[in-house]
């Protein structure tokens, strides 16, 4: 598996308390993944997979309570300080799980004194930046990426202090219908009760020093549950209602330099049903007459994500990707999945560095 789902399945484990023995040898695992995934360095200058992903696997070994060497911190702590963590919405979803590492590292007390020194002041100094980054509409970054930056007010204790915070809970809280998948409700179910994924390092498992003596893993299920059930009834998800009629969009595809020569390679308008989402768009537009439209998507956690479009894929080592536009240059707050267009608007895929 990749570093980030290796990681995102122990903090899982974590928060449900199973018994002590598979996570131990999963544990061993993404320390082997970290390094795997860092000798991307020496020919990219970066992990192989993404410095999220790299500081989703610090997060996870300090949640469950494993030193973490130090070069590995500080390769991290490099990044941050260089700016290399990647664009826009992306920039804030790696510096917020990066903040919640370092945070972790510091509160558990698994790193030395000077080094704890070092991961503080760097926290700070994302939270800072992730504050100065809040748009007019409370939102950070995107949708999706505000809630690991409340994660990172909570987790730090400065929710109360940092005006952005309510500010980008309220806005969160406006957009709740945006969250319909595992992984994003993952991110926001915790936040609307206050909690951030560094409280799933303090849940005492029966098997610990101070654990409960009950049914493993039954205190931090109910936790778990009633964050779920509340946050479910407070969003009272529903799948999308059936919209009768058809609609128009002009769907456009733009390859700037150096990738192409020409800017615009693609430009037709594409009618769908009244309810189609971007994603029944481009497979109506791959349908047209002639088949010039081709696309490809790759399955994640988070639904499925754009990589190839008339055959030019996105690639982690080239560092771009195939940016959602409403034209003129406003960018998507959903995935292709997830946002529904409007009748007569144009979309825009636009091959884009970070």
């Not at 449900?16 to 995934?37: A, I, M, N």
């Not at 300080?81 to 917020?96: C, I, K, L, P, Q």
């Not at 998948?181 to 020093?209: I, N």
């Not at 768009?281 to 790759?298: N, S, W």
Request: hydrophobic residues 40%.
């Amino acid at each position: 598996p990749h570093t980030g789902r290796l990681a995102l399945y122990l903090l899982g484990l974590r928060a449900t308390c199973p018994p002590p023995g598979p996570q131990r040898s999963l544990v061993t695992w993404l320390k082997y993944h970290l390094e795997e995934d860092w000798k991307g360095s020496r020919r990219h200058g970066h992990p192989l997979t993404s410095y999220y992903q790299y500081g989703l696997g610090v997060l996870a070994l300090c949640v469950h309570h494993k030193r973490v060497r130090e070069e590995v911190i500080r390769r991290l702590l490099t990044a941050q300080h260089h700016g290399r963590f990647g664009h826009g919405g992306n920039t804030v979803d790696t510096e917020a799980v990066v903040a919640l590492a370092f945070t972790c590292l510091e509160q558990k007390r698994l790193v030395g004194t000077g080094l704890a020194a070092e991961l503080r002041a760097a926290a700070q100094g994302i939270s800072r930046s992730m504050a100065e980054a809040q748009g007019p509409d409370g939102i950070i970054g995107n949708i999706y990426s505000t809630p690991w930056a409340l994660q990172v007010f909570l987790a730090m204790g400065t929710c109360q202090t940092e005006p952005a915070f309510g500010q980008a809970m309220a806005a969160l809280q406006e957009n709740l219908d945006a969250f319909r998948t595992a992984a994003t409700l993952a991110q926001v179910v915790p936040v609307l009760h206050g909690r951030s994924y560094l409280d799933v390092a303090s849940v005492q498992c029966r098997e610990e020093p101070g654990g409960s003596q009950g049914q493993p893993g039954l205190g931090s299920a109910l936790v778990l549950t009633r964050w779920w059930l509340g946050a479910t009834s407070a969003m009272d998800i529903e799948p999308p209602a059936e919209v009768p009629g058809n609609k128009t969009v002009q769907l456009v595809v733009e390859c700037p330099l150096p990738w192409c020569y020409e800017l615009q390679l693609y430009n037709r308008p594409v009618p769908v049903p009244a309810s189609a989402s971007l994603l029944d768009v481009l497979q109506a537009a791959a349908a047209l007459e002639p088949h010039v439209f081709k696309f490809h998507t790759q399955d994640t956690s988070q639904g499925p994500f754009l990589t190839q479009v008339l055959g030019l894929e996105a690639r982690q080592e080239k560092r771009n990707y195939w940016q959602l536009l409403r034209a003129p240059n406003t960018p998507l707050q959903m995935g292709i999945a997830d946002y529904r267009p409007q009748d007569g608007e144009t979309l825009i895929l636009r091959l884009s560095e970070w």
